[in-house]
T-cell receptor, first 114, second 113 residues
Framework: DVKVTQSSRYLVKRTGEKVFLECVQD?????MFWYRQDPGLGLRLIYF???????EKGDIPEGYSVSREKKERFSLILESASTNQTSMYLC?????????????FGDGTRLSIL | AQSVSQHNHHVILSEAASLELGCNYS??????LFWYVQYPGQHLQLLLK??????LVKGIKGFEAEFIKSKFSFNLRKPSVQWSDTAEYFC???????????FGQGTTLQVKP
């Protein structure tokens, strides 16, 4: 069974801090994704990566960056945290199999910026 | 741009009632369609998916969905809900082979015992 592990379930940081959210998957998936989940807005894609060192912007990349140095790990970075980045962050991964495969999600990190 | 719309934001049902959650998407090409469920305190998990073939798709826990291409819809149904179906439900659409999905806003289902 696919396991996507996010490093923290809950995180509290201060405005202006640099914040790192880590995600690891154990199924050798090529694709990895970062979303934020807000009530009434569903899931919105921040960044995704389809290979090591490759990244593409999603729908709301402003204020975020990502890093994928190893295939199994995808990090989301808030360069200078702001209160409007308080949210639930979800990491997901999927394989490439000649067609679109379902994404597998981690438990999420609830991030509060004070 | 592609978009996904879930019409019902919050649905309250009694146990044994029938369920239908609406999902419409805007995209003219070939699509792959998914329904995910998020139980309280748990991660999103796949309920069912449609790639091609029979437009009536059966998923886990008695759920099914019907793809109607002419209506750009992929509605989720269950004949008789249980209290344990209380959760948030997300419709998602993907196209091409990038692996990217567009999610709807989500529908919160509350089932009263």
């Amino acid at each position: 069974d696919v396991k996507v592990t996010q490093s923290s379930r809950y995180l509290v940081k201060r405005t202006g801090e640099k914040v790192f959210l880590e995600c690891v998957q154990d199924m050798d998936h090529e694709n990895m994704f970062w979303y934020r989940q807000d009530p009434g807005l569903g899931l919105r894609l921040i960044y995704f990566s389809y290979d090591v060192k490759m990244k593409e912007k999603g729908d709301i990349p402003e204020g975020y960056s990502v890093s994928r140095e190893k295939k199994e790990r995808f990090s989301l970075i808030l360069e200078s945290a702001s209160t409007n980045q308080t949210s639930m962050y979800l990491c997901a991964s999927s394989s490439i199999n000649g067609r679109m495969e379902p994404q597998h999600f981690g438990d999420g990190t609830r991030l509060s910026i004070l | 741009a592609q978009s996904v719309s879930q019409h019902n934001h919050h649905v309250i049902l009694s146990e044994a009632a029938s369920l239908e959650l609406g999902c419409n998407y805007s995209y003219g090409g070939t699509v792959n369609l998914f329904w995910y469920v998020q139980y309280p305190g748990q991660h999103l998990q796949l309920l069912l998916k449609y790639f091609s073939g029979d437009p009536l798709v059966k998923g886990i826990k008695g759920f099914e969905a019907e793809f109607i291409k002419s209506k750009f819809s992929f509605n989720l149904r269950k004949p008789s809900v249980q209290w344990s179906d209380t959760a948030e439900y997300f419709c998602a659409v993907g196209s091409g082979n990038t692996g990217k999905l567009i999610f709807g806003q989500g529908t919160t289902l509350q089932v009263k015992p």
